[in-house]
T-cell receptor, first 114, second 110 residues
Framework: DAGVIQSPRHEVTEMGQEVTLRCKPI?????LFWYRQTMMRGLELLIY????????DSGMPEDRFSAKMPNASFSTLKIQPSEPRDSAVYFC????????????FGEGSRLTVL | AQSVTQPDIHITVSEGASLELRCNYS??????LFWYVQSPGQGLQLLLK??????LVQGIKGFEAEFKRSQSSFNLRKPSVHWSDAAEYFC????????FGAGTRLTVKP
């Protein structure tokens, strides 16, 4: 079975540009999570969805960040406009249900904002 | 507010020595508990998990962890470390939302 698939794996962009990160969860998983990993702050939970509905977005750092899940097999995390401090590895993870099982992680999208 | 504390940022052990990585949490009820491992440039892989029942849980790669409710701890152990165990280890806690500790980087000396 395919795991969680994220794209792009690496993104280098200039400050002010729009960045879109994509995630395909494991088929049959109803919950999807977005995390950001930096040396300074570790793994931060940004937002999570259940059955395509955002449940908690309190971890989204600013209004520049937005996430959508238009269907059960696709989610996006968008940063507009991007800033150098957004440079991080962004992980998507999925889970069978909100209270069931462990998280399965993608390999991450490494974002560098110049 | 819930929190996860991994007090050791970096641990160095000799190959073949035993290992214990500490994890303490603060949570309203007994949460689900997990240990994940991350190799450089990779995503996180589940080592083991605790949902209920026996408080000593076995995981992959010879790891085990013990849930101690009275201490709000879920420490990870391995009796004999291998060089390939060098990685970053994360404790995670939660039911609906999963929160991660800051991680412990393990270095293995030959």
């Amino acid at each position: 079975d395919a795991g969680v698939i994220q794209s792009p794996r690496h993104e280098v962009t200039e400050m002010g540009q729009e960045v879109t990160l994509r995630c395909k969860p494991i088929s049959g998983h109803n919950s999807l999570f977005w995390y950001r990993q930096t040396m300074m702050r570790g793994l931060e939970l940004l937002i999570y969805f259940n059955n395509n509905v955002p449940i908690d977005d309190s971890g989204m750092p600013e209004d520049r960040f937005s996430a959508k899940m238009p269907n059960a097999s696709f989610s996006t995390l968008k940063i507009q406009p991007s800033e150098p401090r957004d440079s991080a590895v962004y992980f998507c993870a999925s889970r069978v249900d909100l209270n069931t099982g462990e998280l399965f992680f993608g390999e991450g999208s490494r974002l560098t904002v110049l | 507010a819930q929190s996860v504390t991994q007090p050791d940022i970096h641990i160095t052990v000799s190959e073949g020595a035993s290992l214990e990585l500490r994890c303490n949490y603060s949570y309203g009820a007994t949460p689900y508990l997990f240990w994940y491992v991350q190799s450089p440039g990779q995503g996180l892989q589940l080592l083991l998990k605790y949902f209920s029942g026996d408080t000593l849980v076995q995981g992959i790669k010879g790891f085990e962890a013990e849930f101690k409710r009275s201490q709000s701890s879920f420490n990870l152990r391995k009796p004999s470390v291998h060089w390939s165990d060098a990685a970053e280890y994360f404790c995670a806690v939660g039911n609906n939302d999963m929160r991660f500790g800051a991680g412990t980087r393990l270095t293995v000396k030959p």
